[in-house]
């Protein structure tokens, strides 16, 4: 199975400052047809469902403010939230989607300062 | 609009049955995989089971398996999950979700509690 660990697993940032959380896959997650990490990033907050926000490792779902970002590629991913807003507060969560079984980071809640 | 409704969730007693359904509409779902991730109160997300797209081909967590009989029903858009012989520690909201659309979709969930 492949192990994704997030880190921090907390994080407190000031409103309007950034933040930035990590997610490593314990081996590569590149689909090779298509040459992109498959990779998801959720925000859950709490009683509510997760929330998509990006797929492919970089692409932001519809409608998830431009403020929200992914990268990385290969084993390594990092989600940035460029100027933190207090609706930010949540838990968000890394996942793999290249094989079965999928698995999720631990989860990092995001705090503000 | 390409949605995911997971329904059939409920209190049932330990080793009691339990059949949640997914209805799947705004694509054709029996184009693709589908799976159920549940999440216990409190803790993280955790995949259970996936069917291919025909239904020919299951896996399930250990967690689960010989428990809980995943299915689908193309003509229906619907997928299902048999949970028999339930534990105290199958109490979760479960959801469904598809990751062969783009962007991926994922229901709202349902919740099972397990008590007496």
């Known amino acids: 199975d492949i192990v994704m660990t997030q880190s921090p697993d907390s994080l407190a940032v000031s409103l309007g400052e950034r933040a930035t959380i990590n997610c490593k896959s314990s081996?590569?997650?590149?689909?090779?047809?298509?040459?992109?990490?498959?990779l998801a990033w959720f925000q859950q907050k709490p009683g509510q469902p997760p929330n998509l926000l990006i797929y492919?490792?970089?692409t932001r779902e519809s409608g998830v403010p431009d403020r929200f970002s992914g990268s990385g590629s290969g084993t390594d991913f990092t989600l940035t939230i460029s100027s933190l807003q207090a609706e930010d507060v949540a838990v968000y969560y890394c996942?793999?989607?290249?094989?079965?079984?999928?698995?999720f980071g631990q989860g990092t809640r995001l705090e503000i300062k | 609009e390409v949605q995911l409704v997971e329904s059939g969730g409920g209190l049932v007693q330990p080793g009691g049955s339990l059949r949640l359904s997914c209805a799947a509409s705004?694509?054709?779902?029996?184009?693709?995989?589908m799976h159920w991730v549940r999440q216990a109160p409190g803790k993280g997300l955790v995949w259970v089971s996936r069917?291919?797209?025909?239904?020919?081909?299951?896996t399930y967590a250990d967690s689960v398996k010989g428990r809980f009989t995943i299915s689908r029903d193309n003509a229906k858009n619907t997928l299902y999950l048999q949970m028999n012989s339930l534990r105290a520690e199958d109490t979760a909201v479960y959801y469904c979700?598809?990751?062969?659309?783009?962007?991926?979709?994922w229901g709202k969930g349902t919740t099972v509690t397990v008590s007496s």
């Open positions: 979700a598809c990751y062969g659309v783009t962007p991926p979709v």
């Open positions: 705004g694509f054709t779902s029996s184009r693709y995989y």
């Open positions: 069917i291919n797209s025909d239904g020919s081909s299951t």
């Open positions: 081996q590569s997650i590149l689909n090779s047809s298509n040459n992109k990490s498959t």
């Open positions: 492919w490792a970089s």
């Open positions: 996942q793999h989607y290249y094989n079965t079984p999928l698995t």
